[in-house]
């Protein structure tokens, strides 16, 4: 079946909500919605892409502000407004824009909520990795920390300068967690015995302390909503509202970030040299839409 430019926009649209209400579901927001277990939720990336899909479900954004006012003292200021610059930057680079209704008022709430102290009086959430960030929060505090350990659980090797951008860190904070680990045995230093980068020491014991079956399967919201979320405004509005063609150059222009976020699902996108011209539209929106869909759980 052929897909259109106006379909592929709203099926991508469906998807990328039913995705944001499984994560809050998981999170202890009352809905219908399946709930999140198979992956960790990044609160801060959620809560970036609540406000910026709010103009199509105007129930997420309030139910974030509820949210907040009950759990306060679990996200990051700095954080949220490094990934909401990714995203606010990505879309400019493509040539569209959002409409950020109701950040000034998500930006107050979570401000106010860092200043008190840390209480949560959401439904009591499923131990699993989609809690894992919350989990390590409590136990380390609202710092680097928790989301470094998470990342390292995953079982991979890295830089410090790649595990703060996995992270969403300033690389002299995740540096100085990752020096003081080393020296307490948590973590193996680059150099022979870990030659890629900075490694997590006794994986199997940790994921056994912290109630978790396996290796986390580690993704990068941050990144993967918002080459999700640019792709969608601009399919919205003019001039690619509608045109396959230009769609086509989009998801060209976007393929290496499109690549990297399959990786995790074990999802693979179509070579752009593989389709000329507007050829291209049919197999990467597909594309685009199974691996939306591998998120959304369907």
């Given at each position: 079946?052929?897909?259109?430019?106006?379909?592929?926009?709203?099926?991508?649209?469906?998807?990328?909500?039913?995705?944001?209400?499984?994560?809050?579901?998981?999170?202890?927001?009352?809905?219908?919605?399946?709930?999140?277990?198979?992956?960790?939720?990044?609160?801060?990336?959620?809560?970036?892409?609540?406000?910026?899909?709010?103009?199509?479900?105007?129930?997420?954004?309030?139910?974030?502000?509820?949210?907040?006012?009950?759990?306060?003292?679990?996200?990051?200021?700095?954080?949220?407004?490094?990934?909401?610059?990714?995203?606010?930057?990505?879309?400019?680079?493509?040539?569209?824009?959002?409409?950020?209704?109701?950040?000034?008022?998500?930006?107050?709430?979570?401000?106010?909520?860092?200043?008190?102290?840390?209480?949560?009086?959401?439904?009591?959430?499923?131990?699993?990795?989609?809690?894992?960030?919350?989990?390590?929060?409590?136990?380390?505090?609202?710092?680097?920390?928790?989301?470094?350990?998470l990342y390292l659980l995953s079982g991979v090797t890295n830089s410090s300068a790649g595990i703060a951008r996995e992270t969403w860190f300033d690389q002299k904070a995740v540096y100085r967690v990752l020096e003081s680990w080393s020296n307490a045995g948590v973590c193996a230093r680059p150099g022979k015995a870990s030659a890629a980068g900075y490694r997590l020491l006794r994986t199997q014991q940790w994921l056994a302390l912290l109630d978790l079956e396996g290796p986390v399967r580690w993704i990068n919201w941050g990144s993967t909503l918002s080459t999700l979320l640019t792709i969608l405004q601009a399919s919205t509005t003019l001039p690619r509202a509608g045109d396959a063609y230009l769609l086509s150059s989009l998801l060209r222009d976007l393929h290496g970030e499109l690549a990297t976020t399959a990786v995790p699902w074990d999802l693979t996108m179509p070579d752009p040299r593989s389709s000329p011209g507007e050829e291209y539209f049919q197999p990467a929106a597909g594309a685009v839409l199974t691996l939306i869909s591998a998120m959304a759980g369907e």
């Open positions: 079946m052929q897909l259109s430019p106006n379909s592929f926009r709203d099926s991508l649209g469906e998807r990328l909500l039913s995705v944001l209400w499984r994560h809050w579901s998981v999170l202890g927001v009352s809905t219908h919605s399946t709930m999140e277990d198979r992956c960790p939720v990044d609160l801060e990336a959620l809560l970036v892409a609540t406000v910026a899909l709010g103009e199509r479900d105007r129930r997420l954004p309030k139910l974030a502000e509820e949210w907040l006012a009950v759990n306060s003292g679990m996200t990051m200021t700095a954080r949220l407004e490094r990934m909401h610059r990714h995203l606010k930057k990505l879309a400019e680079q493509h040539r569209t824009e959002f409409v950020w209704e109701g950040l000034d008022r998500l930006r107050e709430l979570v401000s106010a909520s860092s200043l008190g102290s840390s209480r949560r009086a959401a439904p009591s959430r499923p131990a699993g990795p989609a809690t894992a960030q919350i989990m390590l929060r409590n136990l380390f505090g609202i710092n680097a920390r928790a989301d470094v350990l």
